[in-house]
């Protein structure tokens, strides 16, 4: 009987571990930020992820502001040609889907959204700062109307919408855009939404595809180290801080042959911070101006101007920082509260650094010969014409028109070669 029982156990387990083996698996992503090239590689790799699983969908739980144009064309791209459903699940409830975000949401193959949230406001900015004038700011209008029409008509969702989210930045919530056939679905959280796709049948890259999501297993996919690292360094703040560390490291350095270290952080900080400016779009011109700024703070050191090249940096700086990110998205511009210490801290450093140049440029020398002037010493004989005095730890020869005697103080007012011009002493040595 004990080994029955044992036997049925060994099946048991074994039936349990192959049904656990051979169920379907969904694999979810969670997205909560600006769509940027670290986060594109993400979802990318996912993707793929999913296709050599087997998985039998990929979840995108979505949540952004908007992003860059490249970096969402990107993701669409290989959503486009994913052998695997990609499902785009506007969530939790005061979630969105702006911007870059209503696009990627169009180009799923399924798209839902919870309650309590919206999507829209599509309309291209020039992320890269500047003015693009008229004409080409149509251009890019035309470019992206054209780009959402051809997706909806793709995924058979209503055109007119996603052209007027791109031309007139129109943005509607959820009832709203299932009503319009801009999703199609609306469920309050992921079990709910797996059991609503149950079933369906997905047109994908590689064929039809069955849903089957009802009792599937749940494979939550997270960011690694990597990626947390380059997102963070992916954010105008992180990327401002690090290009004026960059920045005071090389002119320290510069200042300081062999110091080393700060030429070390100044070049990783310069280096991180040139991928950050490439990764988020940034204008150039903004660098070029803070570059300027540091320039002219450096050049009071060495002309004097009364003040009017510290002016002048500050002005560059201040400029080139507000021109560095410009964006409607508030995650890929640069904060005021970033903006305004640094440029304090930056301004208040060269001050003190310039007060030191000038206060050392004044000051007495105190090595060299010159260095001796008006020291106090004591007079090692009579001293009329000739005699010998006791100064700075040496013994000179000395001359003076005054009778000096022995042991009296006296005071350096000259050198004629290695004989000093003395005086008596009634003051206190300097």
Not at 28 to 48: G, M, Y
């Amino acid at each position: 009987m004990k080994y029955f029982i044992f036997f049925v156990t060994v099946l048991f387990v074994l039936l349990a571990k192959c049904t656990i083996l051979y169920a379907a698996t969904v694999n979810v992503i969670r997205i909560e930020d600006a769509i940027t090239p670290v986060i594109a590689e993400f979802v990318i790799k996912n993707i793929e992820q999913a296709e050599r699983e087997a998985a039998s969908c990929l979840i995108l739980e979505l949540d952004t502001p908007g992003g860059l144009d490249l970096a969402m064309r990107n993701i669409i791209k290989h959503i486009m040609a994913s052998e695997v459903p990609v499902i785009v699940y506007v969530a939790p409830a005061g979630a969105r889907a702006a911007s870059a975000g209503a696009i990627i949401t169009l180009a799923s193959h399924i798209a839902a959204m919870a309650p309590g949230t919206n999507i829209g406001a599509a309309h291209p900015v020039n992320l890269g700062g500047g003015d693009m004038g008229k004409e080409m700011a149509a251009k890019v209008e035309n470019d992206a109307a054209a780009y959402v029409e051809s997706i909806a008509i793709k995924r058979g969702r209503n055109k007119e919408w996603a052209i007027k989210a791109v031309r007139e930045s129109v943005s509607i919530s959820e009832t709203e855009a299932l009503k319009l056939k801009v999703i199609d679905i609306i469920s309050p959280d992921l079990p709910s939404l797996l059991n609503a796709i149950d079933g369906r049948e997905i047109e994908t890259a590689s064929g039809k595809r069955k849903l089957e999501t009802k009792e599937a297993v749940i494979r939550y996919r997270t960011m690694g180290v990597r990626e947390n690292i380059l997102q963070t360094l992916a954010n105008p703040n992180i990327a401002y801080i690090l290009l004026l560390i960059g920045l005071a490291g090389l002119y320290f350095e510069l200042s300081n042959p062999g110091a080393i270290f700060p030429g070390v952080l100044g070049g990783i900080s310069l280096i991180l911070a040139f991928y950050s400016l490439q990764s988020l779009s940034a204008n150039y011109a903004g660098v070029l101006l803070i570059l300027l700024g540091i320039l002219l703070f450096i050049l009071e050191i060495k002309i004097v101007s009364y003040g009017l090249l510290s002016i002048g940096g500050i002005i560059a700086i201040t400029l080139g920082s507000l021109m560095l990110f410009q964006s409607d998205i508030p995650s890929l511009r640069l904060s005021w509260s970033v903006i305004i210490p640094s440029v304090i801290f930056i301004w208040l450093f060269f001050v003190v650094i310039i007060g030191l140049v000038v206060k050392a440029q004044r000051r007495q020398p105190t090595t060299g010969i010159e260095g001796i002037l008006n020291m106090v010493g004591e007079a090692c004989t009579d001293i009329h014409d000739t005699g010998k005095v006791f100064v700075n730890g040496e013994y000179w020869n000395a001359r003076s028109d005054t009778f000096i005697h022995k042991g009296e103080k006296i005071r350096v007012r000259g050198i004629e070669g290695l004989t000093l011009s003395v005086v008596k002493a009634y003051g206190k040595s300097s």
